[in-house]
């Protein structure tokens, strides 16, 4: 977990409110990820992104929106909650993407009532 | 859609015995990662294995990779407690493409 440092830790929110996650790294790596890990379907992807500004969308980027004015910044909102996304949400970076290992945060745990 | 499955979802075993887990896939893979997560926690890299390569070695890891039968197996020898966690494979598309997949996890238990 060591250099990327996810807040909140845990939230938790009303339906059709929006709600912003923080993802910070310290490793300077160019790579940042946002999952979802959920029962039975392990981890999934939101989006990604590529550098400053540039984001690509995961398989399950239907209400999440994300950006990224500096390299150790990654942001995940979502622009009116839904029940369905309650979950425990991880960013990760890495320096090469998916050609090298990734490093995890701690876990975002959203409960959307 | 997950990209990879593994089997098995759960695995107890006693202390000092080997565990095995095996991961499949769906499409060819630039390489194939596995990760550790401890209950509460982030993941962890363990270890990864190109396309190129059929056995990968860390520690008390092994790594095997059959891409003919887009399978790959993860073996720990001479388990510990501290093992107990949860496993995970995770799968990179060919080169270019940046979306690391991961699939549904097997849960291992060590019991002292």
């Known amino acids: 977990d060591a250099g990327i440092t996810q807040s909140p830790r845990h939230k938790v929110t009303e339906t059709g409110t929006p709600v912003t996650l923080r993802c910070h790294q310290t490793e300077n790596h160019r790579y940042m990820y946002w999952y979802r890990q959920d029962p039975g379907h392990g981890l999934r992807l939101i989006h990604y992104?590529?550098?400053?500004?540039?984001?690509d969308k995961g398989e399950v980027s239907d209400g999440y929106s994300v950006s990224r004015s500096k390299t150790e910044d990654f942001l995940l909102t979502l622009e009116s909650a839904t029940s369905s996304q309650t979950s425990v949400y991880f960013c990760?970076?890495?320096?090469?993407?998916?050609?090298?290992?990734?490093?995890f945060g701690s876990g975002t745990q959203l409960s959307v009532l | 859609s997950q990209q990879g499955e593994e089997d098995p979802q759960a695995l107890s075993i006693q202390e000092g015995e080997n565990a095995t887990m095996n991961c499949s896939y769906k499409?060819?893979?630039?390489?194939l990662q596995w990760y550790r997560q401890n209950s509460g926690r982030g993941l962890v890299h363990l270890i990864l294995?190109?396309?190129?390569?059929r056995e990968k070695h860390s520690g008390r890891l092994r790594v095997t990779l059959d891409t003919s039968k887009k399978s790959s197996s993860l073996l720990i020898t001479a388990s510990r407690a501290a093992d107990t966690a949860s496993y995970f494979c995770a799968t990179a598309p060919n080169f270019g493409n940046e979306k690391l997949t991961f699939g549904t996890g097997t849960r291992l238990t060590i019991i002292p």
């Open positions: 499409t060819s893979i630039n390489n």
């Open positions: 990760a970076s890495g320096d090469r993407g998916s050609d090298e290992k990734l490093f």
């Open positions: 992104s590529y550098g400053v500004k540039d984001t």
């Open positions: 294995i190109r396309s190129n390569e």
